[in-house]
């Protein structure tokens, strides 16, 4: 990601003219950000003109109110030429890179205006922060160094994911985070809306979803309905209205967003409301919890089915994550019809079987104009060395696939890529973000770099980048989620934004700055201050 945000390019934008500064999210400078330095500044005060290019499709209200915050009194005119402040498309594509931007104050190009030029909205959008950052207010005048800045990203995907399962945060508090994310320049929103402990998203087909399964979370797994309802009247559970409110929320700041949607474990609270699905829950007559989906039985497909299509309706990323890790394949095992269908179908093992039904649901997601992600146990190994786990023998994950590495050696994100596969690092070691500072102090976060060693060059595009987990076991507060998110969010855009040889952590703890002031403003940073 970027360096960090304005702190960077505050400091560099006094270099020598045609310095080259690292690329930071945070000050915003993003990738090989070239910098070039002017004498003077612009100082803006009262109301200041602002074009936004009509193809841009900008939310006019979204960039108002980052300019306000900045200081900056937007009125908007539709002569780019009268502008002050100009957003603009480039007349003809220049960079290759839908994320890049150029943005000019006081350049001998743009003269007395402040110029933001990118080939699409996201180049323009990040100008935009980049923008915020920089700036600075006294008494009334906002002050903006004189420079030029051409920026792009390192890696195409820098997500933060979200565990709504495990306890349920609430539209406005994914709003809070959206709002950081685009701050940070992060683009994925990786929405984790249903595990064993709680189904999070209305499907109108299946009401039992959220009627029942929506009541529980990591804390609360074995009480009623009834009793949820006393405990916590409140719903727990995204309507697809809701959905779709914040998923235009995500548009507007450049963020897709990506669900997950589990199979064939972590699938208790679906189990639960129809325990029909369950391979033991049906043998037993009840939701047993850590049940797997019989994914042998065509009703079962049928139900999954189902479910996507309403999904994908919801989410026009056109990628949805299936989720795949920790299956306890006991479920499988000890189930005689899924056992003769293993061997009439030529499935030795349950990777196999695993590996079988994540294809087809991977055809049939690519039906709907949609692509696959998953943990990367969906490419059959046995990541973690269990002696009660063989690998998959006969089937080979689907062309095309993206694979989210989380566990296992290294080894096997080399060994992904070298079968064709895209890969989005997300190593725990590094990006959870539920671990303690003990285990993942803030140096360490900014030191991960989603290329592992050993890598060939040529095959380094195939990381397509990062992701930062805040899974919700321990977080049924907005406190404890804040404690453990701020400030290594910042350190995880970084590693996206920047490439590693780019990145200084000095530097970046001083023009982290700014963004801890917000932050503390906001309520973000309190009692982890003496952390990090």
């Known amino acids: 990601m970027k360096k960090l945000f304005i702190g960077l390019v505050a400091a560099a934008l006094f270099a020598v003219n045609g310095t080259r500064a690292q690329n930071h999210p945070i000050e915003i400078l993003p990738k090989p950000v070239k910098i070039v330095a002017f004498q003077n500044a612009a100082v803006l005060s009262g109301e200041t003109s602002v074009y936004l290019d009509p193809k841009a499709n900008l939310n006019q209200d979204y960039v108002t109110g ?3 915050e900045a200081g900056i009194d937007p009125v908007y005119t539709t002569k780019a030429k009268k502008a002050k402040l100009a957003f603009k498309l480039n007349a003809v594509p220049s960079n290759n890179n839908d994320e890049a931007y150029r943005l000019a104050v006081m350049s001998p190009d743009s003269k007395k205006q402040i110029v933001a030029t990118a080939d699409a909205r996201a180049g323009l959008l990040y100008a935009l922060q980049t923008l915020r950052q920089m700036t600075t207010l006294q008494n009334g005048l906002v002050t903006i160094p004189a420079c030029v800045i051409t920026d792009a990203p390192a890696f195409p995907w ?5 565990d709504e399962s495990r306890h349920f945060q609430g539209a406005e508090t994914v709003k809070n985070l959206l709002d950081e994310m685009a701050r940070l320049k992060m683009n994925t929103f990786h929405w984790h809306l249903v595990d064993d402990q709680g189904w999070r998203i209305e499907i109108k087909k299946y009401p039992k979803l959220t009627e029942l399964g929506s009541k529980r979370d990591f804390d609360h797994m074995n009480v009623t309905s009834e009793e949820w309802d006393e405990l916590f009247p409140k719903r727990a559970y995204y309507t697809q209205d809701e959905i779709r409110d914040i998923v235009k929320y995500a548009d507007d700041r450049g963020i897709k967003v990506i669900p997950e949607i589990e199979v064939p474990g972590h699938a208790s609270a679906s189990i639960y409301a129809y325990p029909w ?5 049906r043998r037993e007559g009840k939701a047993v919890v850590g049940d797997l989906y019989d994914v042998t039985d065509p009703k ?6 189902d479910i996507l299509d309403e999904v994908v309706a919801l989410f026009p990323s056109k990628i949805v994550h299936i989720g795949g890790d920790e299956a306890n394949y006991t479920h499988w095992q000890n189930s005689e019809e899924i056992q003769a269908f293993m061997k009439a179908n030529g499935l030795p093992t349950c990777s196999d079987l695993q590996v079988w039904a994540i294809n087809r649901m991977s055809k049939y997601l690519a039906s709907k104009g949609c692509r696959m992600i998953g943990w990367n146990e969906i490419t059959g190994d046995n990541v973690r060395g269990e002696a009660h786990v063989q690998a998959s023998q006969s089937e080979k994950l689907a062309p095309g696939t993206i694979v989210q590495f989380w566990d296992g050696d290294i080894s096997l994100v080399n060994k992904a890529i070298e079968k064709g596969y895209d890969v989005v690092n997300s190593n725990r070691f590094f990006t959870y973000l539920d671990y ?3 285990v993942t102090p803030f140096e360490k976060a900014y030191s991960f770099n989603p290329i592992p060693d050993g890598l060939a060059d040529a095959d380094k595009e195939k990381i397509l980048g990062t992701g930062c987990q805040m899974w919700g076991e321990f977080t049924p507060n907005l406190d404890r989620l804040y404690y453990q998110i701020f400030p290594r969010i ?8 920047t490439p590693a040889d780019k990145k200084y952590y000095e530097d970046f703890r001083k023009r982290l700055k700014k963004i801890e002031n917000i932050w503390k403003e906001k309520g973000y940073l309190k009692t982890q201050l003496d952390k990090y």
């Open 277 to 281: 699905i369950g391979a033991t829950s």
């Open 490 to 497: 910042a350190a995880y855009a970084e590693c996206g934004w």
């Open 300 to 305: 079962v497909e049928e139900f999954l089915h």
């Open 66 to 68: 980052v300019l306000k």
């Open 436 to 438: 303690p500072y003990e």
């Open 158 to 162: 820098r997500a933060y994911m979200q």
